[in-house]
């Protein structure tokens, strides 16, 4: 807790990037009040498993790694990091480039591009590529206008297949990236129209509002799960048995939208786990309709 604004510091750092992971059990009202109180700037998940997958185990908090601009991790602790990460970041002359220097007349274009500023950077650049005559800084100004088109395409891309499979908020978060940081340039003109679009629709609004509860529902049965015995098989079997009927009603409620779909998942998840017998009526299953009296049900 006492790191949490100095993490906020280090979030506005160009060219570092603060990923926290919630690795406790508390109901997502009280880590989202904790996020308010000290107005945590960075992404957080709570989902920890994949990060669990690829080693990054926590046995105690808090636990900080440090990854390296050659993608290594160069530190594992919880403090006295500071001096090493300047270090690293001095490395870093233009966040996001790729590339640690440029042609002279192209290092406004480059710094512009480093600071955000991308439509900026493109406009620079472009401006040396018509006007220049000298080959490496041509080179060096194709490559950040190449770099600004992949950004941009790749981002609409993401955007768009997030809206085909109901991920809005990774949709809104694309598509606000690049009416803010690309506005001026042609791929980025269709993003104000297509951001409003979405902020707009009571559908999208719904669903955003049923994925924060299915979220808070899984947390809620994790704090549960933590007062379980889980050397007792009926307590265990109880507990999933819960969790399906939980996970059934929150369907029943949402069929049509995505936080819906993942229920459906979790359904099946729990299904497994608990044998058929022991399953309570699935709400989702539609009785068969009823023969009319003194006919054959055709």
Not at 97 to 116: M, N, Q, R, T, W
Not at 140 to 165: C, F, K, N, P, Q
Not at 208 to 222: C, I, K
């Amino acid at each position: 807790m006492r790191q949490l604004p100095h993490m906020n510091e280090l979030a506005a750092k160009p060219g570092l990037h603060v990923v926290g992971l919630y690795s406790q059990v508390q109901p997502l009202d009280q880590i989202e009040h904790v996020l308010k109180k000290y107005e945590v700037k960075y992404p957080l998940t709570p989902d920890v498993d994949v990060f669990g997958a690829a080693g990054y185990l926590a046995p105690a908090l808090p636990k900080v790694w440090i990854v390296g601009v050659d993608g290594t991790i160069i530190f594992i602790g919880n403090k006295d990091y500071d001096e090493l990460l300047e270090k690293e970041l001095a490395k870093v002359k233009y966040p996001g480039l790729g590339k640690a220097s440029v042609h002279k007349d192209l290092e406004p274009a480059a710094k512009a591009y480093g600071e955000g500023k991308y439509a900026e950077a493109y406009k620079l650049a472009e401006k040396v590529y018509d006007e220049t005559d000298d080959d490496a800084a041509e080179e060096d100004a194709d490559y950040i206008m190449e770099r600004i088109d992949d950004r941009m395409g790749s981002l609409s891309v993401r955007a768009e297949t997030a809206e085909v499979i109901r991920n809005y908020q990774v949709a809104i978060a694309c598509w606000n990236e690049l009416a803010t940081k690309y506005a001026g340039l042609e791929d980025a003109e269709e993003a104000p129209e297509r951001l409003k679009k979405l902020k707009d629709s009571e559908e999208v609004k719904k669903d955003l509002e049923a994925r924060h509860a299915l979220l808070a529902l899984m947390m809620s049965l994790d704090v549960e799960y933590q007062k379980t015995d889980d050397s007792d098989a009926a307590q265990i079997l109880a507990f999933r048995k819960k969790c399906l009927a939980d996970y059934r009603k929150f369907y029943a409620d949402n069929k049509d939208n995505s936080a819906g779909d993942r229920a459906e998942e979790l359904i099946e998840n729990f299904e497994k786990l608990i044998p058929a017998d022991e399953r309570s009526e699935d709400p989702k299953k539609e009785e068969p309709p009823k023969k009319e009296p003194g006919t054959d049900g055709k």
